[in-house]
């Protein structure tokens, strides 16, 4: 099982010793880090760096895939979520995922966001209603769409359809909420409000993105790493990284030497 809301602590969450291979390949070489609650960690580096093979272990999304491996520890209030009698469904309730693309389902506004609850056994129309509300004005969409829930969400921009995939993660009350590229199909416009929720979200959830963009790193995240072909090759305040590098591979990524 994973942890109990009610236990949840602010302790880092502790990825020890992490591998990843894809059959031989190697993907995720021994990355170890504390990853903080409450706060933006950013992971940045080059394309086939394996930043988003260590998002997807957060949620074990990599189980999903033929030939993949995981070996190390991911502790999170005292429970290592990489260990196969963990229930990966439950984990998947508390750890939300928001892709590169938005991707909501064919359906209306607020049929996407009472998905999740519903399956989860709610189906009280109040409940459902309020829950609906509330995470709408969570990600900064409520303004916009309350007045046309019952519209397809089909129908809205794309940086709308990803704050909607933003409420639909929220709905079912995560406490993590991993971002996989969540503004590179969007637009300068939609980006910098997607930007804004990022750092509202911060104060009640942990918050883990994946990003190219460098400067969206240094805008919105606390804590930052720069992985190199599948090694983390530095960790720690996002103001050092950017500014102090102590790796001289991170200052020659950073000034664009290659990338």
Not at 46 to 60: A, E, W, Y
Not at 198 to 218: P, R, S
Not at 224 to 232: M, P
Request: one cysteine or more; aromatic letters at 8%; a neutral charge.
């Amino acid at each position: 099982m994973p942890p109990d809301k009610k236990t949840q602590s602010h302790m880092p969450i502790k990825v020890n010793n992490v591998d990843v291979f894809y059959g031989s390949n190697h993907a995720i070489i021994n990355v170890s880090m504390d990853v903080h609650q409450k706060s933006v960690t950013a992971f940045i580096g080059p394309s086939g760096c394996g930043k988003s093979t260590l998002l997807r272990c957060f949620n074990r999304m990599n189980d999903e895939i033929i030939g993949c491996r995981t070996e190390g520890e991911i502790i999170w209030n005292n429970i290592n979520i990489l260990d196969k009698k963990v229930d990966p469904v439950p984990l998947r309730r508390q750890v939300g995922m928001v892709f590169q693309k938005p991707n909501p389902f064919p359906k209306s506004i607020y049929d996407n966001i009472a998905y999740g609850p519903r399956i989860q056994g709610i189906n009280d129309k109040k409940t459902l209603e309020a829950i609906v509300e509330k995470s709408l004005k969570d990600a900064a969409l409520h303004e916009e769409v309350g007045d046309r829930l019952n519209e397809s969400a089909l129908d809205l921009s794309g940086g709308q359809q990803q704050r909607l995939c933003i409420a639909r993660a929220l709905a079912i009350e995560p406490d993590i909420i991993l971002m996989d590229e969540p503004c590179s199909a969007l637009d300068p416009i939609a980006t910098a409000k997607i930007e804004d929720l990022i750092d509202k979200l911060k104060k009640d959830y942990t918050v883990i993105i994946v990003t190219h963009n460098m400067q969206q790193a240094a805008r919105v995240s606390e804590y930052t790493g720069f992985f190199y072909l599948g090694k983390l090759i530095e960790f720690g305040y996002t103001k050092q990284i950017f500014e102090r590098p102590k790796k001289e591979l991170t200052e020659n990524y950073m000034t664009g030497r290659f990338g």
